[in-house]
C-alpha cells in the first residue's frame, strides 16, 4: 500500500523549489486519488488539447492487452480546475498522472505531451494557495493563541486553572517579590508582566506580584472615637484600611445606641497609632429588647421570695406597706399584675406587704403614771416607751406631750416618746441649806433644773447682795445670804418650796474673814556648820602607820581588817564607794565623819603599830 503523503508540505517544496530556479516533482491532490490499472479511452482522451497517442510497453507478465484507467466522470480534482487554463502544462508541472505505484509491477510508458506555459491568472491561483499553505504552517505552527486574561485582584489559584486549561508549559509562570497595596487585598494579584488581552505562547514566561495588603507600620491619625458613631468608625475603618481594629456591640441601658461605651489600646497610644495597632471598642447597642413574663402567686408567700424572683425577671418592683389583722408581718397581701398575666421585662409589678397587726397610739397627754403603766403593760400595745421628764406646773408623773399623733397606727416596737411632768422645781429642804456652800455648787443646780425646762436665774443682784467680808464665813466663795426676787415667796423671805419656774435667786458671796489676825514670827533657825573636807592622797596609803594618822588626825571612822595573803597590798581602803590601794596615784576628798574600811597585810605592816579594831 503506497505511503499517505501531506500535499501542504509538498506544496510548500514546489514553491521553494521555483523560488531557487529548481523543478521539483511533487505530489499533487490528483495522486491521492486511487488509479486504475486499465484505463479504456474515454472522453478526455479524444479532446484535442489533451489527446496524444500512448504506446506502452509489454510487462514482462507476457500480457498484450492494453489496460488504460477509465477516470469517473464525477471526479474533479484541483488539477481539473488548474487544466481549464490552456496555458497549464499539469505533465510538466505534476508528471504522468497514470505512473504506477510500483515500477516493479507495472511498464514504464513514457507520454510525450506538448508543453504548456501557465497564464497570469494561473500564476495567480498557485500564489494565493501558496500564501495560503504559509498561512496554514505559521498559525497552526508558530502564531501565539492563548489570549492572556486581567487577574488583577485575583489569586493564584485562577492563574493555576487557566494555565492547565491552556496547557501551558511547567515554569513559565512564576511570581515577584511582594509588594503592599492599599488598592488590592493581600495574597490577590497587585500586577502581572503581560498585559491583558496579549496573545502569548504556551511557552511564554509569565511573572505576577502579589499584594501584601496595606503597609501595617503606617502611621494612622487617631480620631476622638469617644464622640463618633458606630457608623462613622466603621467609615474610618474602612477608609484608613485598618488591620487589626475590631468593633463590638453590647447592650447598654446608660449609653445611646450607637455610640461608644469604651476602648482599649494594645501596646500603643493615642500618638503613636498605626495601621497594624490592635484597637478594641465597643459600642452600645442601646437597651436590650424586652422579654414577656409570665407572672407567679406570691401571695401570702414572703416578700423576700418574691423580689428575688422579680429581679431574676428583669421586673422593677414597687413595694408597698399595710397593717393587717390577717397576714403576717413580711408577707405578701396582694399583688398587681395577678398571677398568670404578662409582663415585659423592665416592667413594674406591685406587691402589698403585710406590716403585721398595727398599734393604734391613743392620745396620752395628761394620763398619770399609773394609767401610762396599764397602758404599756397591755400587750396589744407593742410599743417601746421613751420617757423625757421635765420641770412643769403639771401633776408630778403626767404625761405632758408625745412624740406620735393620737389615732396613728404603728409597727410593734415602734419607739414612742413620752414627756413627764417632774413638777416644780425644789430649791431647798431648810431654811439655811445653801448658807457656807461655794456659790458654784448652787449655780451648777441652777444648771440642771433649767436643763429639765426650767428658766430660773441666780446670781449677786442688788446693793444688798454684793460681796463682803464675813467672820462666820471666812472662806472666800461662801455664800453668806441669799433668797428669792420671784417665785413662791416675797423678796427677802427665802425661798420657800416650791420654786416656779422662771424664779431669780440672789446670793451675797464672802471675800474672806472681816478681822485680820496677826502673824505669829517663824522661829529663826540655828546656823549649821558644814562638816570639814580633807583630801585622801597617794601618800596616805605609804603604809599602815600613814593612814592611821589620816584617820584619827581628821575624825575619820575607820575600821581596820588584818590580812596575811602574801599577795595583798600593804594597805587597802575603801572610800565613798571607791578602792584604793598601796602605790595607786589618786586624790580623793573625803567629809569629817566618812567611814573608811582599812585592809592591811600583818606580814608587811609589822613595822607600824597595828590598829585596834574599830579605832
Given at each position: 500500500m503506497a505511503e499517505k503523503?501531506?500535499?501542504?508540505?509538498?506544496?510548500?517544496k514546489e514553491v521553494d523549489a521555483k523560488k531557487h530556479g529548481r523543478n521539483v516533482k511533487i505530489d499533487t491532490v490528483d495522486d491521492f486519488v486511487p488509479k486504475k490499472r486499465a484505463v479504456k479511452e474515454t472522453e478526455y482522451d479524444r479532446e484535442e488539447d489533451y489527446s496524444a497517442p500512448v504506446t506502452k510497453k509489454k510487462r514482462e507478465t507476457d500480457l498484450d492487452e492494453t489496460v488504460k484507467m477509465e477516470e469517473p466522470k464525477t471526479l474533479k480534482t484541483f488539477s481539473d480546475a488548474l487544466n481549464e487554463n490552456t496555458d497549464f502544462d499539469a505533465q510538466e508541472a505534476y508528471g504522468d498522472p497514470d505512473s504506477p505505484d510500483s515500477f516493479a509491477e507495472e511498464e514504464r510508458v513514457k507520454v510525450e505531451k506538448p508543453k504548456r506555459h501557465l497564464s497570469a491568472g494561473g500564476k495567480a491561483l498557485i500564489g494565493i494557495a501558496v500564501a495560503a499553505v504559509v498561512f496554514l504552517v505559521y498559525w497552526f505552527g508558530f502564531a501565539p493563541h492563548i489570549v492572556m486574561q486581567d487577574f488583577t485582584g485575583k489569586d493564584l489559584n485562577a492563574v493555576s486553572t487557566w494555565a492547565k486549561q491552556n496547557k501551558m508549559d511547567a515554569g513559565v509562570v512564576a511570581t515577584a517579590t511582594p509588594e503592599y497595596s492599599m488598592d488590592v487585598?493581600?495574597?490577590?494579584?497587585?500586577?502581572?508582566?503581560?498585559?491583558?488581552?496579549?496573545?502569548?505562547?504556551?511557552?511564554?514566561?509569565?511573572?505576577?506580584?502579589?499584594?501584601?495588603?496595606?503597609d501595617p507600620d503606617e502611621a494612622v491619625a487617631f480620631p476622638d472615637i469617644r464622640n463618633m458613631t458606630q457608623s462613622e468608625i466603621t467609615d474610618w475603618i474602612n477608609e484608613n484600611k485598618l488591620l487589626k481594629t475590631k468593633v463590638t456591640t453590647q447592650y447598654s441601658t446608660t449609653v445611646e445606641s450607637g455610640a461608644v461605651i469604651s476602648y482599649d489600646l494594645k501596646n500603643a497610644d493615642e500618638s503613636s497609632f498605626t495601621r497594624g495597632t490592635t484597637l478594641n471598642i465597643i459600642c452600645s447597642k442601646g437597651a436590650a429588647p424586652a422579654?414577656?413574663?409570665?407572672?407567679?402567686?406570691?401571695?401570702?408567700k414572703e416578700f423576700a421570695g418574691a423580689n428575688g424572683w422579680a429581679a431574676s425577671k428583669k421586673l422593677t418592683v414597687n413595694k408597698q406597706e399595710t397593717?393587717?389583722?390577717?397576714?403576717?408581718?413580711?408577707?405578701?397581701?396582694?399583688?398587681?399584675?395577678?398571677?398568670?398575666?404578662?409582663l415585659e421585662e423592665g416592667g413594674t409589678i406591685t406587691f402589698v406587704v403585710s406590716k403585721g397587726k398595727g398599734v393604734t397610739v391613743p392620745n396620752l397627754v395628761g394620763y398619770t403614771k399609773e394609767q401610762l403603766d396599764a397602758w404599756t403593760a397591755d400587750k396589744n400595745n407593742?410599743?417601746?416607751?421613751?420617757?423625757?421628764?421635765?420641770?412643769?406646773?403639771?401633776?408630778?408623773?403626767?404625761?405632758?406631750?408625745?412624740?406620735?399623733?393620737?389615732?396613728?397606727?404603728?409597727?410593734?416596737?415602734?419607739?414612742?416618746?413620752?414627756?413627764?411632768?417632774?413638777?416644780l422645781p425644789i430649791l431647798q429642804t431648810n431654811s439655811r441649806q445653801w448658807l457656807g456652800k461655794d456659790?458654784?455648787?448652787?449655780?451648777?443646780?441652777?444648771?440642771?433644773?433649767?436643763?429639765?425646762?426650767?428658766?430660773?436665774?441666780?446670781?449677786?443682784?442688788?446693793?444688798?447682795?454684793?460681796?463682803?467680808?464675813?467672820?462666820?464665813?471666812?472662806?472666800?466663795?461662801?455664800?453668806?445670804?441669799?433668797?428669792?426676787?420671784?417665785?413662791?415667796?416675797?423678796?427677802?423671805?427665802?425661798?420657800?418650796?416650791?420654786?416656779?419656774?422662771?424664779?431669780?435667786?440672789?446670793?451675797?458671796?464672802?471675800?474672806?474673814?472681816?478681822?485680820?489676825?496677826t502673824p505669829t514670827p517663824a522661829p529663826t533657825a540655828e546656823p549649821t556648820t558644814a562638816p570639814s573636807s580633807y583630801a585622801l592622797s597617794t601618800s596616805d596609803l605609804a603604809d599602815l602607820g600613814k593612814i592611821t594618822d589620816f584617820c584619827n588626825n581628821n575624825k575619820m571612822s575607820c575600821s581596820y581588817t588584818a590580812s596575811d595573803a602574801e599577795n595583798d597590798p600593804m594597805v587597802k581602803v575603801s572610800v565613798n564607794g571607791k578602792e584604793y590601794q598601796t602605790g595607786d596615784s589618786f586624790s580623793e576628798v573625803v567629809q569629817e565623819g566618812a567611814k573608811i574600811s582599812v585592809t592591811y597585810n600583818s606580814g608587811k605592816a609589822t613595822s607600824a603599830a597595828s590598829p585596834s579594831a574599830g579605832n
Open positions: 503523503k501531506d500535499f501542504m508540505a509538498e506544496l510548500a487585598d493581600k495574597d490577590l494579584i497587585l500586577s502581572q508582566s503581560v498585559p491583558a488581552g496579549t496573545k502569548i505562547r504556551k511557552d511564554t514566561p509569565v511573572t505576577f506580584t502579589l499584594s501584601l495588603g496595606p422579654g414577656q413574663v409570665t407572672v407567679e402567686s406570691w401571695v401570702n397593717y393587717s389583722d390577717k397576714v403576717d408581718s413580711g408577707l405578701v397581701i396582694s399583688q398587681s399584675p395577678e398571677a398568670g398575666q404578662s407593742d410599743v417601746t416607751v421613751v420617757t423625757k421628764s421635765i420641770y412643769n406646773d403639771a401633776p408630778a408623773g403626767s404625761v405632758i406631750s408625745q412624740s406620735i399623733n393620737a389615732g396613728t397606727v404603728v409597727d410593734s416596737g415602734t419607739v414612742l416618746e413620752l414627756t413627764v411632768s417632774l413638777y456659790y458654784l455648787e448652787l449655780k451648777a443646780w441652777v444648771d440642771d433644773v433649767n436643763s429639765k425646762g426650767a428658766n430660773i436665774q441666780a446670781g449677786e443682784y442688788g446693793a444688798d447682795y454684793q460681796p463682803t467680808t464675813s467672820d462666820e464665813y471666812p472662806t472666800p466663795g461662801q455664800i453668806t445670804k441669799y433668797s428669792c426676787s420671784y417665785g413662791t415667796s416675797s423678796a427677802g423671805n427665802g425661798c420657800d418650796r416650791p420654786l416656779s419656774l422662771n424664779a431669780r435667786i440672789a446670793y451675797q458671796v464672802s471675800t474672806g474673814p472681816k478681822t485680820v489676825a
